[in-house]
């Protein structure tokens, strides 16, 4: 099957502390979706990425399409504490199925 | 309101007993999907419907069974709840028009068997 590993599992940083997380995977991806969840909220989109080498940014969100289609990063800049969630990464593989990382907790610090 | 709408938000219910999560989307979207999570197992899918015709299995449907009653509905039912159902359940749609493949997610159904 296909396995995706996501990390770190957990962060706890410093308001204004920069805060990256990426998400690896022995398959190759057409599209990698990277979703916050909320305390006590289903998943938002918060960025999607459709071509390898992709760079994409959203605020202080930049996130990455891997060149070899396997892999994507997410990096939050100048965190706040409304930054404190649970991200999770999302490839698609061009069929019915998303799978979902483990998550990354981040929870930041004021 | 809500794209997606889950309802209950919060169960408690007696292992045995059957209980129905219901989910409405307004959003126009063909594909339906229900899912759990678990902490630290991220999201597992449960059951998906390309529409109301087309119901599927995920990676966990052994004890679910779902109901696509209209395009824009669809339940999940636990027959017989135990324990290790206790989890939080999210219903999610996609549009098969999408190209961008976006999925969309409700605000998630709390339940907890005891």
């Known amino acids: 099957g296909q396995q995706l590993n996501q990390s770190p599992q957990s962060m706890f940083i410093q308001e204004g502390e920069d805060v990256s997380m990426n998400c690896t995977s022995s398959?190759?991806?057409?599209?990698w979706l990277w979703y916050k969840q909320d305390p006590g909220e289903g998943p938002v989109l918060l960025i999607a990425?459709?071509?390898?080498?992709e760079l994409t940014s959203n605020g202080r969100l930049t996130a990455q399409f891997g060149i070899t289609r396997k892999d994507s990063f997410l990096n939050i800049s100048a965190s706040i504490p409304s930054d404190v969630g649970i991200y999770f990464c999302?490839?698609?593989?061009?069929?019915?199925?998303?799978?979902f990382g483990t998550g990354t907790r981040l929870k930041v610090l004021a | 309101d809500a794209d997606v709408t889950q309802t209950p938000r919060n169960r408690i219910t007696k292992t045995g007993k059957r209980i129905m999560l219901e989910c409405s989307q307004t959003?126009?979207?063909?594909?339906m999907y229900w899912y759990r999570q678990d902490p630290g197992l991220g999201l597992r899918l449960i059951y998906y419907?390309?529409?109301?015709?087309?119901?599927n299995k995920g990676e966990i449907s052994d004890g679910y069974s779902v109901s696509r009653q209209a395009q824009a509905k669809f339940s999940l039912s636990l027959e017989s709840a135990i324990p290790n159902q206790t989890a939080l359940y999210f219903c999610?749609?996609?549009?098969?028009?999408?190209?961008?493949?976006?999925?969309?997610f409700g605000e998630g159904s709390w339940l907890t068997v005891v």
């Open positions: 419907s390309f529409d109301v015709k087309d119901i």
């Open positions: 999302a490839p698609f593989t061009g069929t019915y199925k998303y799978i």
């Open positions: 999610a749609t996609s549009d098969s028009w999408d190209s961008g493949n976006t999925i969309y």
């Open positions: 398959s190759i991806f057409n599209t």
């Open positions: 990425l459709y071509k390898a080498g």
């Open positions: 959003k126009g979207h063909d594909r």
